[in-house]
């Protein structure tokens, strides 16, 4: 004789009311989302002309691992150097020095180089491989 009373409740766990508020709550969220708008100032920007600027000469300075120079692809000794390099910079003021040093070089020496540019009042740049 089983005189407990049987219990018709379920102690199953049913997940479909939880995942229509879930996908309600999504919905709502994406839609507030989109209709925010970022604060932002609303500028009138100036219009501009675009000014065709004449091609400047890129000067060439290489150094290889020897301490060897050359301007444009002529050799040259380190002591006509200035002497080169002014006589370039004068023929194009705006030229832009372009120093490729070997990387085996000293930093020194291509600090150099920089200073004899600066002396010239010309625009330099350092060379560098692409990194792979």
């Known amino acids: 004789m089983n005189l407990r009373p049987q ?11 939880m995942t229509d508020i879930v996908f309600l709550l999504l919905i709502f969220f994406i839609l507030v989302s989109t209709i ?3 604060p932002a100032l609303k500028l009138i920007l100036p219009k501009g002309v ?5 091609i400047n000469k890129v000067v060439n300075i290489y ?23 002014q006589s370039v910079l004068n023929n194009n003021p705006n ?3 372009s120093i490729h040093g070997d990387k085996n070089i000293k930093y020194e020496n291509v ?14 740049v350092l060379a560098l491989e692409q990194a792979q």
């Open 50 to 54: 675009t000014k065709v600027n004449p």
């Open 95 to 97: 030229a832009t020095v």
């Open 7 to 17: 219990s018709r409740i379920s102690t199953e766990f049913n997940a479909s009311s």
């Open 111 to 124: 600090m150099d180089i920089v200073m004899i540019a600066d002396k010239q009042n010309a625009k330099v």
């Open 63 to 85: 150094i290889d691992k020897d301490l060897n120079y050359a301007v444009d692809d002529k050799k040259i000794p380190y002591e006509r150097l200035p002497s080169t390099l």
């Open 36 to 38: 925010v708008k970022e």
